[in-house]
């Protein structure tokens, strides 16, 4: 066997650990007995170590240098597999093993804390947390800045200064368009009612498969917060019920859905290999929320989804499809980010961003953290936090050392809105279609143009080869949200 | 660290990284979407690779040469992982990844074969898992029989040609105790009516729960085939349901609870230890055997249940305790092991026993095992085998290579006789409590007795230290049917 050989078979089988560390995870979250959780810890610590000591193993560092690439295939490989090789050496296995160990048991102490808002519970674990991934960041940035060391690992390429500068470009538009929608006068309320948990379940399934999820390989289940696990013939997603608030579940299911696709349709001959997974974690949100925002609430998509609301729930949801179109788009200050409309949304971003920066370096003590978050929740928002759960608790990214993490949710939104740009130029009947609940041209579109192609490209360099070449920036998002709101508030 | 000390150490990863490998099985059973199972198998024979490397890791010779036990529980550590090195050593790892990989496939086709009673659909793989478990029982064996070889890792001590004579043994008075019962001119029902499964499924928790299963270290599941998984604070449990045979789900439940009892009783002190587990399956087997018929097929219990019953479907399901307690031991012959009687099933296993020695010697070809199957149910039950899912595709452990396994099924009985006449002869009261419902005092002599050991002695003297000192033997188990027999059939 060639050196290049030799690296593939054994990435191959790396990579098919690294599967089964994900679907522990997502036992964890779903079916896992609460009084497991100690053992599920040193079990995922195990299997870290190993993981560890296969991405550190000396034979990394020999084939890559003995290996050739023929084609951009195989210069992919070389490149990810060689860029996680020097990342992990950097890093102490007892380090890695420690951090997998307690972010397990911190995920379990976090849903109690959320449970009972009670912040005090969860402070030292979060504070352990925070330590060992400054400890990683510091170990992998060797002088430089350990909060965009961590960054990489979930934006290749990524600063935090080119984040702060593309979020003060957005911000100034978004408070303006925010500002606008709230002084407009206009009002859209949210849908009233009960509606039946089995019932909102069995429209996620159907939703779902409209958007081409594929139950063959995957699964539909209940998790505290939402989240897709699994890379090729095993995906699975997870969504929450609310009896009051049924687009909580739908819209947590297309957007699990777009992660999903995405990973499920990658190219078949990817299959357990470095480029068998998504490019990034910004490039996966922006499957998600095009799914979720620019398709799933869209005009046309609500006049078909008007319709099967009826159909599920016995009772239209909304008066008429426009009114159901003005519901899912409503615009007003809340508190829970995965609940908030367009405008808003990108503002839970910045505030993370800004907390977990200052975190990360120390300029902000976890003590304090409750306090800052109120703070600013308050001076973005206008409105105060009225518990934990509707505020530093809510999310459970850093209770599992995601540092780094959040960002990218509006890197995805600003990808998005160039492959919606992109997209609704080369098809001209995409609205037509998504009033029939045809998503098929949409998912073709992106699955073609972006998903098929897995971690083959780099992700600026994906986007804009999905974009007729253009590079990406935050303009065609904007432009959409303002078009879209100045129609909904007649602004 | 002493060389005691590190060897623990490792062997406390290795047991995590099982205990990783076992929940893998469960969910492929419960949980993974079928489209899943190509790669499922890579990833269990990447994992398998793993453990197969550790569990013969050269370093475990050195530290055992090195280790002194000062104790009981050491001296114990020192047998179980010696034991399994020198085996492991002999096995290369090309051929337990081989045995990974075709065991994980065969699984799923087994499971559609079944469906379809489509024989030829199963027999290539069983071919194949046939020839590979010989290969490794051969090279086990050096020379030895290969069968014994494997039943060894079952049933440590046991040989083909002992259990052969404790099945003669046996064969004579269960052949005469089955004669009697079919030749009474008495008949028990089943029950009739339909039972529905949400209320099995209530009732089977309830159950459970009263032989002192801990849902908040395990969880009920559905599978095709009931089984229990794990050890220590993660054992979970499955059933199936029968809208017309309510003691299919609820009998099924009792057996997999007395396993899991077993796991979740073990001493903390032996968690992700190589005694944290069951002694042998024959033990183990010994409590699910002890928990379902000598305790769950009582007459007293019968009255608990009867109530119970009552409750969960709205209605008696059948006329009156007495009723249900000879519902509970109707003897017929049937074609299913799992929902035989006390009197059949050991000729169920007898049958196996023979067949399965015969393909693992080469004197019976795959091609040839459903006319062998047939005849010999034929021969043993007096009734022909109406379509393959009642013959050679109703178990499961042929297509996970579970060669040697079957056997251990009455060494369980035998054993659960031996220690249902101990616990009856130190708890006077056993019956009163059972009428209750109350399963405290049998299930705490059970942990105090022998649970709580795990893997501490070796099986026949963990059963004698339980029974006063008495070696096993076939009598308890055979006395104690024929009593029972002859009050319930009147001979």
């Known amino acids: 066997m060639s050196a290049l050989q030799e690296l593939l078979a054994f990435q191959r089988e790396t990579e098919a650990l690294a599967q089964i560390a994900g679907r522990l995870d997502w036992d964890r979250e779903t079916m896992m007995p609460r009084g497991a959780a100690p053992q599920r810890a040193e079990e995922a610590a195990a299997l870290e170590g190993v993981l560890h000591a296969r991405r550190t193993d000396p034979r990394l560092g020999d084939w890559l240098a003995g290996a050739t690439a023929r084609d951009e295939v195989e210069a992919a490989h070389l490149r990810l597999i060689g860029r996680a090789y020097a990342r992990n050496r950097k890093v102490p296995a007892a380090l890695a093993q420690e951090i997998a160990r307690t972010t397990s048991l911190a995920q379990g102490i976090w849903a109690e804390a959320r449970a009972r808002d009670d912040v005090a519970h969860f402070l030292p674990v979060l504070t352990q947390v925070i330590g060992l991934r400054r400890e990683e960041g510091e170990a992998l940035a060797a002088g430089g800045s350990a909060y965009d060391a961590l960054l990489e690992d979930y934006e290749p390429g990524a600063t935090a ?7 003060a470009r957005m911000r100034v538009r978004l408070v303006a368009l925010r500002a606008a929608i709230l002084g407009s006068g206009r009002y859209h309320p949210a849908l009233e009612g009960r509606f039946e948990a089995k019932a909102q379940l069995a429209l996620a399934q159907e939703v779902a498969g409209a958007f081409g999820y594929d139950f063959g390989r995957g699964r539909l289940d209940l998790a505290v917060h939402p989240f897709s696990s699994g890379s090729g013939l095993d995906v699975r997603i997870t969504t929450r019920v609310s009896e009051t608030d049924p687009l909580n579940c739908l819209y947590s299911t297309i957007h699990e859905t777009g992660h999903a696709a995405y990973e499920q349709n990658i190219d078949r001959a990817y299959l357990l290999s470095a480029i ?11 499957q998600s929320r095009i799914y979720e925002n620019q398709l799933g609430r869209s005009r046309p998509f609500a006049g078909w989804l008007h319709a099967r609301m009826k159909a599920h729930f016995g009772a239209p949801a909304a008066r008429d499809a426009d009114a159901l179109y003005a519901a899912i788009n409503g615009v007003q200050p809340g508190f829970i980010r995965t609940e908030a409309d367009e405008v808003h949304y990108n503002l839970h971003i910045m505030m993370r961003f800004d907390l977990e920066r200052a975190l990360i370096a120390g ?13 600013r929740f308050a001076a ?8 934990p759960s509707h505020g530093m608790l809510q999310d459970v990214h850093w209770s599992l050392g995601l540092f780094g993490y959040f960002p990218t949710y509006s890197l995805g939104n600003v990808y ?12 001209p009947d995409l609205d037509a279609r998504l009033a029939e609940g045809h998503l098929a041209p949409a998912t073709d579109w992106l699955r073609q143009r972006l998903q098929c192609h897995g971690g083959l490209r780099e992700p600026a360099r994906l986007i804009a080869d999905a974009c007729a070449g253009r590079a990406p920036d935050e303009g065609p998002l904007l432009d959409y949200l303002e078009a879209k709101y100045a129609d909904l508030y007649a602004l």
């Open 161 to 167: 200064e080119g984040i702060a500068a593309l979020f």
């Open 276 to 286: 068998g997974r998504g490019a990034s974690m910004g490039v996966h949100e922006s």
């Open 363 to 375: 300029n902000l003590v976890p003590a304090d953290l409750e306090a800052a978050w109120n703070d």
């Open 380 to 387: 973005d928002f206008g409105v105060a936090v009225d518990r």
């Open 416 to 427: 998005a809105g160039c492959l919606h740009e992109a997209m609704q130029a080369e098809l």
